[in-house]
């Protein structure tokens, strides 16, 4: 078990470009959720997936952002023609429904948009 | 809407001392309460949960209380050691999705 691990670990692009994060959970787990967090705030919940159906989104996503999980593994969160206002630590989570439904967190891919 | 609110930003205790952090509310459809640590460029790690069916939950030095009726909680953490430095998050789901809803942290400084 290696845990949650996210690539890339920092993204600095220009505004307008698209940008591709990936996470890859704890094998066991089926359940994933990608969170947004900004400076002073708690992570704000993206999405999320259970194996490869995409459950739930919050307003937050616009449709800018996609995200896929098309194997119920690794999963793709897509931001197109980026701007300022997504600069941010984007944060993704797993957690097994057998157990007490704790998520578990990689360590973020912090993207910059200049 | 913040439906999870940390009210106090930061937090200094002595080694040795008691730590408590709060916590509260404002969905009461919330049932699953979860405390996450976050170090500097690190994602939160899970510390302690609580389900709303109880009202206190005990794991090594970490005490975390549940008062439904105020919706609110604490994290207790005794004795506090300087490792424990880092950013609290609290979070809760309801009984009727998936989502968590995180407060904004507070910044605990634990002094030798």
């Known amino acids: 078990d290696t845990g949650v691990s996210q690539d890339p670990r920092h993204k600095i692009t220009k505004r307008g470009q698209n940008v591709t994060f990936r996470c890859d959970p704890i094998s066991e787990h089926n359940r994933l959720y990608w969170y947004r967090q900004t400076l002073g705030q708690g992570p704000e919940f993206l999405t999320y997936f259970q194996n490869e159906a995409q459950l739930e989104k919050s307003r937050l996503l616009s449709d800018r952002f996609s995200a896929e999980r098309p194997k119920g593994s690794f999963s793709t969160l897509e931001i197109q023609r980026t701007e300022q206002g997504d600069s941010a630590m984007y944060l993704c989570?797993?957690?097994?429904?057998?157990?007490?439904?704790?998520?578990?967190f990689g360590p973020g891919t912090r993207l910059l948009v200049l | 809407d913040q439906q999870v609110k940390q009210n106090s930003p930061s937090l200094s205790v002595q080694e040795g001392r008691i730590s408590i952090l709060n916590c509260d509310y404002t969905n009461s459809m919330f049932d699953y309460f979860l405390w996450y640590k976050k170090y500097p460029a690190e994602g939160p790690t899970f510390l302690i949960s609580?389900?709303?069916?109880?009202d206190k939950n005990e794991d090594g030095r970490f005490t975390v209380f549940l008062n439904k009726s105020a919706k609110h909680l604490s994290l207790h953490i005794v004795p506090s050691q300087p490792g424990d430095s880092a950013v609290y998050f609290c979070a809760a789901r309801a009984n009727t999705g998936n989502q968590f809803y995180f407060g904004t942290g507070t910044s605990l400084t634990v002094i030798p």
């Open positions: 609580i389900s709303s069916i109880k």
């Open positions: 989570a797993s957690s097994d429904p057998r157990g007490r439904e704790t998520q578990y």
